[in-house]
């Protein structure tokens, strides 16, 4: 199975600045069809997770801009700017490229 | 609006089925793919398998003597079946949708359903 790293493990930001979440993976997400099927999600406090990120740089319908994802094979990257209150939770990556799909251990992100 | 529910026994047995039901409202699971993701306690996710448009299955080798995913069109429901469960598959278990445009990815989720096993 293709294991997804994440770091930090945990995060501790003030409001109003960057927040940064590292996702790697042990083997390249580019697939076959020239798809990279890397996606992250929010998971708040006592809700489901929601999809924050899909195709590993596309923002969901809905999902603010300070939201942002980047990376390309092995390296991926949650950048969150300017956090606010409702940002704090645990935070997935999460791979589709080969079977199983696989998800990184998350990330919480508190706010200072 | 698309909303997922799932229903079930919140306390199954040691060596019994656990049997869990994903109720669709607002779409039809005659379309895209409908998946299961269990979280266990602490953080780790699980990617359990998924159902497709047309009736077709994939599940996660590490449960695969162990489950099954099926459904009920005429209900817009999709079923979990999870056989001679252990202690370690007390988890919280959602219901997803695979999104059309948001390939690969779940775009709407259940409230999750948080199931115990212990005798």
């Known amino acids: 199975d293709v294991v997804m790293t994440q770091t930090p493990v945990s995060l501790s930001v003030s409001l109003g600045n960057q927040a940064s979440i590292s996702c790697r993976s042990s083997?390249?997400?580019?697939?076959?069809?020239?798809?990279?099927?890397l996606s992250w999600y929010l998971q708040k406090p006592g809700q489901s997770p929601q999809l924050l990120i899909y195709?590993?740089?596309n923002r969901f319908s809905g999902v603010s801009n300070r939201f942002s994802g980047s990376g390309s094979g092995t390296d991926f990257t949650l950048k969150i700017s300017r956090v606010e209150p409702e940002d704090l939770g645990v935070y997935y990556c999460f791979q589709h490229t080969h079977l199983p799909p696989t998800f990184g251990s998350g990330t919480k992100l508190e706010i200072k | 609006e698309v909303q997922l529910q799932e229903s079930g026994p919140g306390l199954v047995k040691p060596s019994q089925s656990l049997s869990l039901t994903c109720s669709v409202t607002?779409?039809?699971?005659?379309?895209?793919?409908w998946g299961w993701i269990r979280k266990f306690p602490g953080n780790k996710m699980e990617w359990m398998g998924y159902?497709?448009?047309?009736?077709?299955?994939s599940y996660n080798p590490s449960l695969k003597s162990r489950i099954s995913i099926t459904r009920d069109t005429s209900k817009n429901q999709f079923f979990l079946q999870l056989n001679s469960v252990t202690t370690e598959d007390t988890a919280t278990y959602y219901c997803?949708?695979?999104?059309?445009?948001?390939?690969?990815?779940?775009?709407?989720w259940g409230q999750g359903v948080m199931v115990t096993v212990s005798s």
């Open positions: 997803a949708r695979y999104g059309l445009t948001t390939v690969a990815s779940f775009d709407y």
């Open positions: 083997q390249s997400l580019l697939h076959s069809d020239g798809n990279t099927y």
């Open positions: 195709l590993a740089s």
């Open positions: 159902i497709s448009y047309s009736g077709s299955t």
């Open positions: 607002g779409y039809s699971i005659t379309s895209n793919y």
